[in-house]
């Protein structure tokens, strides 16, 4: 664990039932064309984690289809049952779904703390008039933490993404992965400044420098960004070493840390 940091929290990790765990993993591996380090499983995301001193995750998955939605939920849900003092959860909505209202009740009800979206497996775009239906419902419920950024596809470019930023100002939003994968100066020209607008960093440290890093946390709010390593993706003791040469105080890395997700979230830490 740093040395300076009281706790670390991943507040991007991605987990799947032990029965389809490894086979959803090489499927991302596949769609991103790069390796992936775990086999997707809650235990192996502790483990991992445990070696290096993360505390918390905040996990969740995604419904590629509107009958996963409830399915998805549940795994969710029982996976935080499991491991109380280390998951927090997301939960997953799909814009095609039936019953999205008393699914958004349900998750409420069910203590998950945000709603994970991924345009680019779900495909839709950020701003489709379907997608608009699942912020109209949700509001200032909870908030939603979507993929951002592909520079293959549009479903989830930065600019539509400032866009319905700009149209729900009372919903907020988690741009993953400094809000544009492959497209990070877009991301940097589009959402910096947004007031509804938070970033995670998974899946962006091993394309940077530590400097343009710690130029991205500047830019887009000291108290705007959470560490994140995409688990199955990345290595928690690579990203957390690679934050650790980011030229920003460690008061600020502190923030990036567990400070920002448990003020976001309201966890309570202290």
Not at 38 to 48: E, N, P, V
Not at 163 to 179: D, L, M, S
Request: glycine share 8%; charged share 25%; proline share 4%.
């Amino acid at each position: 664990m740093l040395s300076y940091s009281k706790y670390i929290i991943d507040a991007h990790a991605h987990i799947f039932p032990e029965k389809i765990a490894q086979k959803a993993t090489d499927n991302i591996g596949s769609f991103y064309d790069l390796y992936m380090n775990f086999d997707g499983t809650a235990d192996m995301l502790i483990k991992q984690g445990d070696e290096c001193g993360v505390s918390k995750y905040v996990v969740q998955s995604v419904a590629t289809v509107p009958h996963q939605v409830k399915r998805i939920n549940d795994f969710i849900v029982k996976s935080v049952e499991k491991y109380p003092d280390k998951l927090i959860g997301f939960g997953s909505l799909h814009p095609d779904m039936k019953g999205m209202e008393e699914e958004i009740d349900r998750l409420i009800s069910l203590g998950l703390h945000g709603i994970k979206l991924h345009p680019d497996f779900q495909k839709f775009a950020i701003n489709d008039e379907k997608a608009c239906r699942l912020y109209d419902a949700v509001g200032d419920k909870l908030p939603f933490l979507i993929h951002t950024g592909d520079k293959r596809y549009n479903y989830s470019n930065p600019s539509l993404m400032a866009e319905i930023a700009r149209k729900y100002p009372h919903t907020r939003f988690i741009a993953a992965h400094f809000g544009g994968w492959s497209e990070w100066e877009k991301a940097e020209r589009e959402l910096v400044g947004l007031d509804n607008i938070w970033v995670d960093t998974s899946s962006s440290f091993y394309s940077m420098t530590p400097e343009k890093a710690a130029e991205l946390i500047r830019k887009f709010g000291c108290d705007r960004v959470f560490f994140g390593t995409d688990y199955p993706m990345w290595r928690a003791d690579n990203d957390l070493e690679f934050l650790d040469r980011i030229p920003l105080g460690e008061d600020v890395k502190e923030k990036v840390l567990w400070k920002n997700i448990n003020d976001f979230l309201g966890l309570g830490l202290c």
